[in-house]
């Protein structure tokens, strides 16, 4: 019997599922969805567009990551600086108005990244949006595609009762000796056999 582990490798190798996304799934679960993959491909174009966006959110996350922690370290040094700032005005009566000027910079560098932060909490939430908008319309899609084919099937099974009720009826005029119904019956016939 295959670990879940190693089902959970062929999902990643496969088909692009990593082990965090198939970690809630059960042994049983991870074989279900990989037979469900070997079967139908449009399940594994939807995991791939999924594992294609959960990538580019990932990367867009990593870099929003990077961008926060870098304006924390720069906040925490302005925060620094403006600390030894205060405490050097307290010693140095002449410093005063160049220190103070330095406290308003500092002041609006907060506020600077602040914004900063905030915009990145905005485009987080957006991003979670889209997300749920494609889901969706993934969802209305999948709906429409079933509707179709329900359509299809029944649309052939009216065909299928015309033309059998046609060649019926057809025989049983075919009986009758005029040569002219049965030549027109003929052409009529073959016509809607295509």
């Known amino acids: 019997m295959v670990s879940k582990d190693e089902l959970q490798n062929t999902l990643k190798t496969k088909f692009g599922i990593n082990k965090n996304i198939s970690q809630p799934l059960s042994r049983k679960e991870c074989e279900e969805l990989l037979n469900l993959l070997y079967s139908e491909p449009s399940a594994v174009k939807l995991i791939n567009s999924y594992s294609d966006k959960n990538n580019s959110l990932g990367r867009n996350n990593a870099t929003y990551a990077r961008s926060r922690s870098q304006a924390e370290r720069k906040f ?5 600086e403006y600390l030894q700032l205060e405490e050097s005005i307290k010693s140095i009566e002449e410093a005063k108005a160049t220190l103070a000027s330095k406290k308003l910079f500092l002041e609006e560098e ?27 319309h993934n969802d209305e899609l999948t709906e429409a ?50």
């Open 145 to 194: 595609n079933t509707q179709l084919k329900k359509e299809n099937k029944d649309l052939k099974n009216i065909v299928d009762q015309i033309r059998l009720r046609l060649a019926r009826d057809t025989k049983l005029l075919l009986q009758y000796e005029d040569n002219e119904i049965r030549k027109a019956l003929i052409r009529l016939f073959r016509w809607t056999l295509g």
């Open 110 to 136: 907060q506020r600077k990244l602040e914004t900063e932060i905030q915009g990145l909490s905005s485009t987080n939430q957006a991003l979670a949006s889209k997300v749920q908008t494609l889901t969706t």
């Open 76 to 80: 925490e040094a302005l925060q620094a």
